[in-house]
Nanobody
Framework: QVQLVESGGGLVQAGGSLRLSCAAS????????VGWFHQAPGKEREFVAV????????NYADSVKGRFTISRDIAKNTVYLQMNSLKPEDTAVYYC???????????????????WGQGTQVTVSS
């Protein structure tokens, strides 16, 4: 019902920046929140940030507060994750996910999302 495609990943040096994009298509009008998660090899998928589509309310994991910013462009059906002051420990595959109905806030668990993209690799060198 909703398709998500991430882009913008790449290789950067520590302290650098990247902007990830999550382009949504399909029944985007039914989407109430879009989140970002990341997963390093051999580790669990972790919550990064989430935004309410209609009200622009945001929430962040403690590890990225002050460094990452989530935003959305309604006209383009796109959510962004601006990542500044990147650290080697930020290296992971980054996924965007959409939630159709918000039953609680903030949704920080993987199981609370209905649609997922394929991910984009972010590598931060030291």
């Amino acid at each position: 019902q909703v398709q998500l495609v991430e882009s913008g990943g790449g290789l950067v040096q520590a302290g650098g920046s990247l902007r990830l994009s999550c382009a949504a298509s399909g029944r985007t009008f039914s989407t109430h929140a879009v989140g970002w998660f990341h997963q390093a090899p051999g580790k669990e998928r972790e919550f990064v940030a989430v935004i309410k589509w209609s009200t622009d309310i945001t929430n962040y994991a403690d590890s990225v507060k002050g460094r990452f910013t989530i935003s959305r462009d309604i006209a383009k059906n796109t959510v962004y994750l601006q990542m500044n002051s990147l650290k080697p420990e930020d290296t992971a595959v980054y996924y965007c996910a959409a939630r159709r109905v918000i039953s609680r806030w903030p949704p920080r668990s993987e199981s609370e999302y209905d649609y997922w993209g394929q991910g984009t690799q972010v590598t931060v060198s030291s």
